[in-house]
């Protein structure tokens, strides 16, 4: 039983941080139909920035919001300069950001070297909460995450939703020629979208520094983490990506600690079954010709 119940937080707070990353690509990638395959990168270089901020000032909370704000500014210049001249080019575009995340690795090679780094999180999240009803201690950062990733996800959904600015954003993909003939700055739309994106990848890479480690490989693994995600919980759809993550960071954490030699088998044979089933995913609207 105490097994289970950390496998089951383990794979709730890998969810989080996993769901940090995932939302960012899910408004690019699923919503926007931008294909960014340097999402990774954005993920990675924020963690980056975030951790030579940490190390100069002393202050987590200045990495932070250095990391997200750095990341936010990077997916602004991606848009007005690359995207904007690529819209529906989806070949194109995923040439153009592989070659783009081939690059930002090697730049972040070069310059933070293949060492791994990892914050020192501050006190008032440090430490180990009593879990009610258990006998267990469980680390207040990771629940803080959770907590979090929540928070993130509940405001992306009431933003989408319940906003003015939301609705523009969600009738200029279904029809951009409409919404820019009503009076509204598409492509100023888009560059918000684009840098709530990035620096959502930003966030969560300062967060994943402070969780897990920072080290060249990172961005390459939450970038598939993303992909999978955002396929199976739904493109576009923000409560998808928190189901999407939620089942694929269980499944990771239980297979790790149930059956460790297959468990990179089970993340994609959910992908497999979702594709071959409900390939829109979970709670994706039905696919248009």
């Not at 941080?17 to 939302?23: N, R």
């Not at 030579?52 to 210049?77: C, D, I, K, Q, Y």
């Not at 969600?170 to 020629?177: E, H, Q």
């Not at 499944?251 to 071959?276: C, H, K, M, N, R």
């Amino acid at each position: 039983m105490t097994l289970f119940l950390l496998t089951l937080l383990n794979g709730l707070t890998l969810a989080g941080l996993y769901f940090l990353v995932a939302s960012g690509f899910s408004l690019v990638f699923g919503l926007m139909r931008n294909i960014n395959l340097a999402h990774g990168s954005l993920y990675l270089l924020g963690g980056y920035i975030g951790y030579s901020t940490f190390r100069a000032t002393g202050s987590w909370e200045l990495g932070v919001v250095v990391g997200t704000l750095s990341m936010a500014a990077a997916g602004v210049l991606l848009q007005y300069f690359i995207f904007r001249f690529m819209e529906g080019e989806e070949l194109r575009q995923t040439l153009v950001t592989i070659a783009l995340s081939i690059v930002a690795a090697d730049l972040m090679l070069w310059y933070w070297g293949g060492t791994a780094y990892q914050f020192t999180t501050p006190d008032w999240i440090r430490g180990a909460v009593s879990l009610p009803f258990t006998p267990l201690r469980y680390p207040t950062y990771r629940l803080a995450i959770l907590v979090a990733a929540v928070v993130v996800g509940i405001a992306l959904w009431l933003f989408l939703n319940r906003t003015r600015i939301g609705m523009m954003v969600r009738a200029g993909v279904d029809d951009k020629d409409m919404l820019a003939a009503s009076g509204v700055n598409v492509q100023l739309l888009f560059c918000v979208t684009f840098a709530i994106g990035a620096g959502l990848a930003g966030l969560a890479g300062v967060l994943g520094g402070s969780y897990l480690s920072l080290a060249p490989g990172e961005d390459m693994r939450f970038l598939l983490a993303s992909l999978i995600v955002v396929i199976v919980g739904g493109m576009g759809s923000i409560v998808g990506a928190g189901i999407g993550a939620v089942l694929i960071g269980l499944t990771e954490q239980f297979g790790l600690a149930y059956a460790p030699a297959y468990a990179p088998v089970y993340t994609f044979l959910i992908l497999v079954f979702v594709l071959a089933f409900r390939p829109q995913g979970i709670v994706g609207r039905p696919l248009q010709s």
